[in-house]
């Protein structure tokens, strides 16, 4: 099941929705409605498009950010908090942190990695760092919100440590 067939999707405003009609060549009904979007997108299988219309907006956001940033205070740094699992950031969140990475717009990655085992840390955190290349890469640990003992949080500290993480930093 999608997030279209569970309703759980997000970015349907009337401005992104039109957009993605005129863009597609959709005529949507007289109300715009999100139902019969999603009916279309369906029909015509345009999924992989909607979510890339929307991410597309986000990504706009964050260059215009980093631009502004980089411009008025220079020397200051950008980071973001995304899913530790690539596919995830993109497809719910509509993140696409690869072109933020290619494009230089964050300056460091803090992937939540909000995981129980330390090898399932492990794992997220190489993955991560294969994906940021030469941008530095902080662990978001969760361990203190799940209620797990100093040695659990221990343990994940150093499976993000031997993962090759920059550091971490604790939700």
Request: aromatic share 12%; net charge negative.
């Amino acid at each position: 099941i999608s997030e279209l067939d569970e309703g759980t999707d997000t970015g349907y405003t009337q401005v992104s929705m039109q957009a993605f009609a005129e863009k597609q060549g959709i005529t949507l009904d007289a109300e715009n409605t999100i139902e019969a979007l999603n009916k279309k997108i369906k029909e015509d299988g345009l999924a992989d498009e909607w979510t890339a219309h929307r991410a597309a907006y986000v990504t706009e956001f964050v260059e215009q950010v980093h631009s502004m940033v980089k411009t008025k205070h220079n020397g200051k740094l950008i980071s973001t908090a995304v899913f530790a699992e690539i596919g995830q950031t993109y497809d719910l969140k509509k993140q696409n942190i690869k072109v933020w990475l290619e494009n230089g717009y964050v300056d460091f990655v803090t992937p939540m990695v909000y995981f129980y085992e330390a090898s399932q840390i492990f794992e997220s955190v190489g993955k991560m760092k294969a994906i940021c290349g030469d941008i530095e890469c902080y662990t978001g640990l969760y361990t203190t919100y799940h209620k797990q003992t100093t040695d659990e949080l221990a343990a994940h500290i150093d499976a993000s440590d031997k993962a090759g993480a920059n550091g971490f930093i604790l939700f």
